[in-house]
C-alpha cells in the first residue's frame, strides 16, 4: 500500500528549528528521487527542496530555504527528513514529501504535517 506520512512539525518562534520526517511506510519511495514541498495559506503548494536516489544523492534548494533547510534520506529506514533551522514567518505552511518531479494534485499526497512559525 502506498503511503507516506509526514511528521515533525509545529509552532516554533522566528529563528527556530524543527525536523521533518517522512515515512514510507510501504517501501515504494527508496528508488526515486524525493522531494519536500509546501503550501502556506492561499498560496498553491511549491518545491522546497529535493534529493536524488542511489548511494552518492545529490541536493537542491529553493532560493529562500537555501543555507537554511537540509534534506536527507535513510533508505534502511524508509525516511526522508528535512531539517529546517532559522526558521522565519514565511516558511508557515503544510508540508509535505512525495517523488520527484511531483505527481499531479489529484495524484497520492500524504496528510502532510503543519509548520507555524510566530514573530
Known amino acids: 500500500q502506498v503511503q507516506l506520512v509526514e511528521s515533525g512539525g509545529g509552532l516554533v518562534q522566528s529563528g527556530g528549528s524543527l525536523r521533518l520526517s517522512c515515512v514510507d511506510s510501504?517501501?515504494?519511495?527508496?528508488?526515486?528521487?524525493m522531494g519536500w514541498y509546501r503550501q502556506a495559506p492561499g498560496k498553491q503548494r511549491e518545491s522546497v527542496a529535493r534529493?536524488?536516489?542511489?548511494?552518492?544523492?545529490?541536493?537542491n534548494y529553493e532560493d529562500a530555504v537555501k543555507g537554511r533547510f537540509t534534506i536527507s534520506r535513510d533508505n534502511r529506514k524508509n525516511t526522508v527528513y528535512l531539517q529546517m533551522d532559522n526558521l522565519k514567518v514565511e516558511d508557515t505552511g503544510i508540508y509535505y514529501c512525495n517523488i520527484f518531479p511531483p505527481p499531479r494534485p489529484d495524484g497520492y499526497w500524504g496528510q502532510g504535517t503543519q509548520v507555524s512559525v510566530s514573530s
Open positions: 534529493i536524488t536516489r542511489g548511494l552518492s544523492t545529490i541536493t
Open positions: 510501504g517501501g515504494h519511495y527508496s528508488r526515486m528521487d
